[in-house]
């Protein structure tokens, strides 16, 4: 699947390993269970996890910085919880890393993912740019602070109720 990053498809060479099969050399994708064994690794190539909604944040913060990738999965594009996990990855544990997200959420999501620190997102293949960046400028408003050092307009509602 195409990779989505600054508003570019960009290549993805990174490795995406399941729970049976053995660690390749090179840029690896790991679930959250292997993760000891890719820390095993020396020198192989770069190191990223995949956290499922369920799994906690918590449980990276030693690997972090060992980490250059962290990718949050939707199950369906109503479970939330991503957001919440590029928060907190961000905010609380000051990841620098590139968060990606993976499954099914909506180009109507597109600006929150950013908002919340996501800054790679899996597309399916031959999507349309034009549809993720029309959702990216649709929104021009925050009423409340992101990981991006906005000023929120908390206000702009009330002001237009005004006038």
């Not at 049976?20 to 090179?26: A, H």
């Not at 030693?62 to 919880?81: E, K, M, N, Q, W």
């Not at 800054?119 to 990216?136: F, M, R, S």
């Not at 400028?137 to 237009?160: D, K, M, W």
Request: net charge negative; hydrophobic share 35%.
């Amino acid at each position: 699947m195409p990779l989505l990053e600054n508003g570019q498809i960009v290549e993805d060479g990174w490795t995406l390993v399941q729970d049976d099969q053995s660690l390749p050399d090179g840029d690896i994708l790991l679930p959250l269970s292997r993760l000891s064994e890719g820390l095993g690794r020396n020198g192989q190539g770069r190191l990223g996890v995949v956290l499922k909604p369920d799994e906690r944040v918590e449980s990276l913060k030693d690997a972090l910085p060992r980490l250059d990738v962290v990718c949050l999965t939707f199950p369906i594009f109503r479970d939330g919880r991503a957001f919440t996990q590029a928060r907190s990855l961000r905010e609380h544990l000051h990841f620098k890393g590139n968060i990606r997200v993976s499954g099914h959420f909506l180009p109507d999501q597109y600006e929150f993912l950013l908002r919340c620190g996501v800054n790679q997102l899996t597309v399916p293949e031959g999507t349309d740019l034009g549809i993720w960046q029309k959702a990216h400028e649709r929104i021009t408003i925050a009423y409340q602070p992101s990981v991006l050092n906005e000023q929120p307009e908390g206000f702009a509602f009330r002001r237009y109720l005004s006038s």
